[in-house]
């Protein structure tokens, strides 16, 4: 009795491969091949599945990444809305940072001093930059990342026709990449944590940070890894503020007011 409800129960599955139906027609057989391929798909997909979390299992690793702000570069609308708050960062004393002006930007400010509504800050914008910005804290950058020595040139060639605001990403990335390839250490250090098995935690450092107004900008530069920042906030962040010379300039006048 239990082998008739055997054979009853083959006879309603059917044939499971084309070996096990050699009279089958060829609608059954391509059928019944496309059923092997699925299966076998299948269970390629689980075993690979079943890889992954062994691999994830057994060694964990987090990314971390120190911010130590020492190049800053400015994009255009910096200029235009904030141009004292970067005269600030300059100027501020025993300040760490340099401006790391990309050419791009330059043209920009170029272009910008023909329209009326911001063409004055346009222009006070270039004459400050080519000007040396008042101090040894302001360089030109190349979408390479090269940085100039010279503020004889003021444009460059866009061999692949990207748009401004990538060029602006690329000059920050690529002067984040040679800044790390010109020192002696890596900026990268992986350490596996205490307690934690084989749980690793990769540590890098990022001497340059984007600042810019343009949430979509700052949007592409996090996705690089990359630092961004308005530059408001950098500047409450540094403890900085546009006021600070003047506000040291008078106290420093009316203390000379009351010797006298």
């Known amino acids: 009795q239990a082998e008739d409800s055997e054979d009853e129960e083959s006879s309603r599955s059917g044939p499971s491969s084309v070996s096990e139906a050699p009279d089958a027609d060829e609608a059954t057989r391509r059928l019944l091949r496309r059923k092997e391929q699925l ?11 079943q890889r992954v979390q062994e691999i994830l299992r057994s060694d964990s690793t987090s990314m971390e990444v120190e911010v130590r702000p020492r190049w800053l570069v400015p994009d255009t609308n910096c200029f235009i809305d904030h141009l004292p708050l970067l005269q600030a960062v300059v ?29 004055g800050m346009a222009g ?81 450092v990022r001497e340059v940070v984007l600042l810019t107004d343009d949430r979509n900008l700052r949007v592409k530069a996090l996705a690089a890894e990359l630092p961004t920042r308005d530059l408001p906030s950098f500047v409450q962040w540094a403890g900085l503020s546009a006021g600070n010379d003047k506000k040291s300039l008078s106290t420093t006048d009316e203390a000379t007011s009351e010797r006298k």
């Open 124 to 204: 006070a914008a270039l004459a400050w930059v080519c000007a040396g910005g008042g101090a040894a804290g302001v360089r030109l950058a190349t979408s390479r990342g090269s940085l100039l020595s010279s503020r004889a040139f003021t444009a460059e060639r866009d061999a692949d026709r990207a748009t401004n605001d990538d060029r602006v990403l690329s000059t920050a990335l690529n002067l984040h990449a040679n800044l790390v390839a010109a020192q002696p250490h890596p900026d990268t250090e992986t350490k596996s944590e205490e307690g934690n098995g084989d749980s690793k935690t990769n540590r890098s």
């Open 39 to 49: 299966e076998n798909r299948k269970a390629t997909l689980e075993r690979q599945r």
């Open 91 to 119: 100027a501020a004393p025993s300040q760490p940072y340099t401006l790391a002006v990309p050419l791009v930007v330059m043209s920009e400010l170029e272009g910008l001093k023909k329209c009326g509504r911001v063409g």
